[in-house]
């Protein structure tokens, strides 16, 4: 039986004895005892009812248990959609309503909430902090091996969730292919081996912790050390001992904002990846003088996995993305035509890495996604002659906060329902630690619509990540001669605040 992905990321370790994993307590787990609990997991599953083609909603503590369900859900066949430990209840209504899964997993605080929103039509098992709940139970008494379900390249292996400037999250359906062919290409590119060891501090529901840090790690048989969250402290710690780290911009701000980061401290380190999210050119040139090592800045989405990437031999340009990975073509477009050299336009990207499409939405996904391949990102870029390209803006309207993608549609819908607000606008301004930060302009007809009143309403509908940081109450929203909201002009007005 052959299973495109896990074969390449967790089978081979079967007899494999060196560490995987280290986590926060200093607990170690080999790569074949990886592979085992992997198994074990894959038997709890199918005795829950899994079968292939499901999806399996996984919404658990950084644990590594959480990753084996991971290899698990692959195993069986089934299609892993995790989600961020951040959603409040009517979020988590939307996605499992959405993707209708057969099986949660969530930590046993949100059980009673997730028997709510599915009633009879999926299974629950628990997972906490600790690592206790009815999935370890279930899993811990089964058989270490588990016969592999057989799954081709265009089978689906994840489900994962983007917000979208319509405000209605997609599934993007990500197939093995899409998975394994950018692993293998970013294994390569950046030379991570079985020497590395890798500090990952990432979340493990996003692109960026789940597939770019780990199926390249998986596939390279590298060390893994596995922080539950992200902590300058720990990080000091760990970075001598340390080959490699995969960070958003925030990581390296924190950094620099601590007086221990030096030369010596990184001696050991190989390579400082960024990415997620714009990286300042003050902050590429402020890391490369203090420590020497140049970040190599690469970029991607959801829906593509990574696009481009600096080279790990060659010159890493602050302020631009690098160029197409292998096997991925880049072009840039304005109203779907190729522009020339160096002129601005629409990033769209072909290959392998692409993704199926979204979950339920073929119009949406026929927006996207053209016959030819290509994928319409709605970043905006120029290439030089040399290939290299550098994201000029966005054409989405979107804010990324820390590596978080925050799309003020959702928001604004949202505040819009508030009573007394008659309409807004959600826009971000520049932070110096999360990049951007949202700000939510207001215009309401009550004295009692205020702050602490919208906050408190929005509470328990959006994750807190997405809250605006600061509400300001007009009288109208500048618009222009279209009657579109001028979302630049309430940036420059409110930048400094
Ligand atoms: C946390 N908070 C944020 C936030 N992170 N607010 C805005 N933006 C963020 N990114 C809020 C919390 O809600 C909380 O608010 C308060 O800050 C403290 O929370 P915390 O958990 O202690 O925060 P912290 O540990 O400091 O987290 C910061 C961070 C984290 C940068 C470590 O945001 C993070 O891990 N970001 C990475 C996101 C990521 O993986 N993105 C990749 C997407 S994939 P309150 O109000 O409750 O006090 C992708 C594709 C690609 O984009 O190319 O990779
Ligand atoms: P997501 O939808 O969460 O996968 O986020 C993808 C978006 O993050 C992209 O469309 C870009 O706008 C942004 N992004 C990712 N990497 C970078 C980067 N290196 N520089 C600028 N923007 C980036």
Redesign the pocket.
């Known amino acids: 039986m052959t299973n495109t992905l896990y074969d390449a990321l967790f089978a081979g370790h079967a007899q494999n004895n060196a560490v995987f994993l280290t986590d926060d307590d200093g607990n170690q787990i080999r790569y074949a005892d990886f592979v085992w609990r992997v198994a074990q997991l894959a038997h709890a599953l199918t005795d829950a009812g899994v079968t292939p083609g499901d999806r399996i909603v996984v919404q658990a503590p950084k644990l590594t248990d959480t990753i084996a369900l991971y290899g698990a859900a692959l195993q069986t066949g089934a299609i892993y959609m995790p989600l961020n430990t951040?959603y409040t209840h009517s979020e988590l209504r939307y996605f499992v309503e959405d993707a209708a899964p057969t099986l949660v997993i969530c930590d046993a605080g949100n059980e009673t909430d997730i028997a709510d929103i599915c009633g009879r039509d999926c299974g629950i098992l628990t997972l906490a902090q600790d690592g206790t709940g009815s999935l370890s139970t279930q899993a811990n008494a089964k058989p270490t091996t588990y016969p592999t379900v057989s799954r081709g390249p265009d089978d689906l292996a994840a489900l994962l969730y983007t917000s979208g400037t319509t405000g209605r999250s997609k599934g993007a359906m990500m197939s093995h292919k899409n998975l394994l062919s950018n692993a293998r290409s970013l294994t390569d590119l950046w030379q991570i081996t079985a020497q590395d060891r890798l500090i990952h501090a990432?979340?493990i529901f996003?692109?960026?912790?789940l597939f770019?840090a780990l199926n390249t790690a998986l596939l390279a048989g590298a060390q893994v050390r596995f922080m539950a969250?992200?902590d300058v402290d720990t990080l000091i710690t760990e970075i001598p001992a340390s080959t490699l780290l995969m960070g958003?911009p925030?990581f390296y701000t924190r950094l620099l904002d601590d007086q221990r980061l030096t030369k010596e401290l990184t001696q050991n380190m190989r390579l400082f990846i960024s990415?997620?999210a714009p990286l300042l050119a003050e902050t590429h040139a402020a890391f490369d003088t203090r420590t020497g090592h140049r970040i190599l800045e690469r970029?991607?989405?959801?829906e593509t996995n990574m696009i481009t990437s600096n080279p790990y031999v060659g010159d890493r340009l602050a302020g631009t993305v690098g160029y197409p990975i292998p096997g991925t073509e880049v072009q840039i477009t304005q109203d779907g035509t190729p522009v020339a050299m160096g002129e601005v336009g629409m990033i769209e990207v072909r290959g392998d890495n692409v993704f199926q499409g979204y979950w339920n939405m073929p119009d949406k996904t026929a927006e996207d996604l053209r016959d030819s391949g290509f994928f319409i990102t709605g970043d905006l870029g120029v290439q030089t002659a040399d290939g290299r390209i550098s994201i000029v803006g966005r054409q989405k309207d979107l804010i990324i906060?820390?590596?978080?993608?925050i799309y003020p549609k959702e928001i604004e819908d949202v505040l819009n329902a508030v009573t007394g607000v008659l309409e807004s606008a959600v826009f971000g301004v520049p932070h110096h630690d999360?990049g951007e930060s949202v700000i939510a302009a207001i215009v309401a007809d009550d004295q009692d619509v205020t702050a602490e009143n919208i906050s408190g309403l929005i509470e328990p509908q959006l994750a807190?990540?997405k809250?605006p940081r600061k509400y300001v109450f007009m009288n109208t929203l500048p618009r222009n001669t279209m009657g579109k909201v001028q979302k630049n002009v309430l940036r420059q007005a409110f930048s400094n605040d």
């Open positions: 951040g990432l979340p996003h692109t960026h912790g770019v969250t992200f958003v925030t990415g997620s970029y991607g989405m959801t906060s820390g590596g978080y993608n999360f807190r990540f809250h």
